[in-house]
């Protein structure tokens, strides 16, 4: 979400994801911050799932930048109806990040995770296909530490000083990782097949 010159807010997502679901078989359809419309466009859409995409930093966070308080509002209000549906949300670096808040836990600054790679170690065995890797993407300024994440979660993955990587909701189809995959070049497989697998 960004701001138009003339003081309208505009909802903006990258082409790249776009080009990295479509061969899958997923078509995206971007959906308006509008939290007072969240079941009307659940429903009259007939969403078989939800990417909460990466993006603005969270607007309740000290420090934060370029937040959209809209978008926030929308996304919890979208957890809570995907929840009733049982409808798969998949969390992007901000998306984990609203998931974690949302299930009450708690976001941090971070050092180190800001235009890098690392690695990450899974913690959890059996989730999804999502495996070991040396090297994945790392754009965000706040993240989760391992302690952090709630009750309601489970962590499935680390980056080597314990910020979170991924996550999974104990009970609900509601899941997320740190890194981006819309940003890789060439699309990595095994974010393909996970997503895929996800959906």
């Given at each position: 979400?960004?701001?138009?010159?003339?003081g309208e807010r505009r909802d903006v997502l990258d082409h790249a994801w776009s080009k990295?679901?479509?061969?899958?078989?997923?078509?995206?359809?971007?959906?308006?911050?509008?939290?007072?419309?969240?079941?009307?466009?659940?429903?009259?859409?007939?969403?078989?799932?939800?990417?909460?995409?990466?993006g603005n930093d969270l607007a309740h966070l000290s420090n934060a930048k370029n937040t959209?308080?809209?978008?926030?509002?929308?996304?919890?209000?979208?957890?809570?109806?995907?929840?009733?549906?049982?409808?798969?949300?998949?969390?992007?670096?901000?998306?984990?990040?609203?998931?974690?808040?949302?299930?009450?836990?708690?976001?941090?600054?971070?050092?180190?995770?800001?235009?890098?790679?690392?690695?990450?170690?899974?913690?959890?065995?059996?989730?999804?296909?999502?495996?070991?890797?040396?090297?994945?993407?790392?754009?965000?300024?706040?993240?989760?530490?391992?302690?952090?994440?709630?009750?309601?979660?489970?962590?499935?993955?680390?980056?080597?000083?314990?910020?979170?990587?991924a996550l999974a909701h104990k009970k609900f189809p509601q899941m997320a990782i740190m890194?981006?995959?819309?940003?890789?070049?060439?699309?990595?497989?095994?974010?393909?097949?996970?997503?895929?697998?996800?959906?």
């Amino acid at each position: 979400m960004e701001k138009g010159p003339k003081g309208e807010r505009r909802d903006v997502l990258d082409h790249a994801w776009s080009k990295l679901l479509i061969p899958l078989g997923i078509l995206p359809i971007p959906l308006p911050n509008v939290a007072e419309f969240t079941e009307n466009i659940v429903a009259g859409l007939k969403l078989k799932g939800i990417i909460l995409s990466g993006g603005n930093d969270l607007a309740h966070l000290s420090n934060a930048k370029n937040t959209a308080p809209e978008r926030d509002k929308f996304e919890h209000e979208l957890l809570d109806v995907c929840r009733g549906k049982k409808i798969p949300v998949l969390g992007i670096c901000r998306g984990l990040q609203t998931i974690t808040v949302h299930y009450g836990g708690k976001i941090s600054r971070v050092k180190g995770h800001a235009a890098v790679t690392h690695s990450i170690e899974m913690c959890s065995n059996g989730i999804m296909s999502l495996e070991r890797r040396d090297s994945v993407n790392s754009y965000h300024n706040f993240g989760v530490k391992k302690n952090d994440v709630g009750s309601d979660l489970t962590v499935v993955a680390v980056s080597s000083d314990g910020v979170v990587e991924a996550l999974a909701h104990k009970k609900f189809p509601q899941m997320a990782i740190m890194w981006h995959p819309e940003r890789m070049n060439p699309f990595d497989v095994r974010d393909s097949a996970f997503i895929k697998e996800f959906f």
